[in-house]
């Protein structure tokens, strides 16, 4: 089954700026369905952070964003924070046989 | 607040079967579609399967090779998933989540059911 493919692992110190792509393929990202975010703190279950690819729930900071180009979608946090170290994963969905939801591979983000 | 209950913590055997139960609280899950997700310990969210709770209609992941049920009770507005043949590769934590109606996004996440498998 198709997956998007992350980064394992994104670092920077706080206030800084860090990116987390994922790359699909055209049969989802690229076949024009929707990225979506997903914020996981240890030991918690997901948060959505970004849908309809670039959308923030109400709560979410603004420090947060995304954008979707072609196969990919990118997650931008802007003025890293302590609070901000947690796994983050896209999802999609995907029509190679049918369509079915996709989850992207992870990335742990680490404020050093 | 719109939230999801899942039941508890289970312990089985492998070759047992597992039922999850996922039960909204304060509204009717009827017009939803209940996303049902896994994640084993250290690992990556991993999608099995949906249900749209109003006409009974599922979709599952061929990962689990047809071993993945997913039904509802539209009248305890409760969803269920249930998965057989458990091996001790399907220890994980299991979320129910509903789907978003115009992004179809998991926008409500159960807080997960723990599930060990050991003999």
């Known amino acids: 089954q198709s997956v998007l493919t992350q980064p394992p692992s994104v670092s920077g110190a706080p206030g800084q700026r860090v990116t987390i792509s994922c790359t699909g393929s055209?049969?989802?990202?690229?076949?024009?369905?929707?990225v979506h975010w997903y914020q996981q703190l240890p030991g918690s279950a997901p948060k959505v952070l970004i849908y309809?690819?670039?959308i923030r729930p109400s709560g979410v900071p603004d420090r947060f964003s995304g954008s979707k180009s072609g196969t990919s979608a990118s997650l931008v946090i802007i003025g890293l924070q302590a609070e901000d170290e947690a796994d983050y994963y896209c999802?999609?969905?995907?029509?190679?046989?049918?369509?079915?939801?996709?989850f992207g591979t992870g990335t742990k983000v680490t404020v050093l | 607040q719109a939230h999801l209950v899942q039941s508890g913590a289970e312990v089985k055997k492998p070759g047992a079967s597992l039922k999850v139960s996922c039960k909204a609280s304060?509204?009717?899950?009827?017009?939803?579609?209940m996303q049902w997700v896994r994640q084993a310990p250290g690992q990556r969210l991993e999608w099995m399967g949906w249900?749209?709770?109003?006409?009974?209609?599922?979709k599952y992941s061929e990962n689990f090779q047809g071993r993945v049920t997913i039904t509802r009770d539209t009248a305890a507005s409760t969803v269920y998933m249930e998965l057989s043949s458990l091996r001790s590769e399907d220890t994980a934590v299991y979320y129910c989540?509903?789907?978003?109606?115009?992004?179809?996004?998991?926008?409500?996440w159960g807080k997960g059911t723990t599930v060990t498998v050991s003999s």
């Open positions: 989540a509903t789907e978003d109606f115009y992004y179809y996004h998991m926008d409500v």
């Open positions: 304060g509204y009717s899950l009827n017009t939803y579609v």
């Open positions: 249900i749209n709770v109003g006409n009974g209609n599922t």
């Open positions: 055209s049969s989802n990202i690229g076949a024009g369905f929707d």
């Open positions: 309809g690819n670039n």
């Open positions: 999802q999609s969905y995907d029509n190679s046989l049918s369509v079915s939801t996709v």
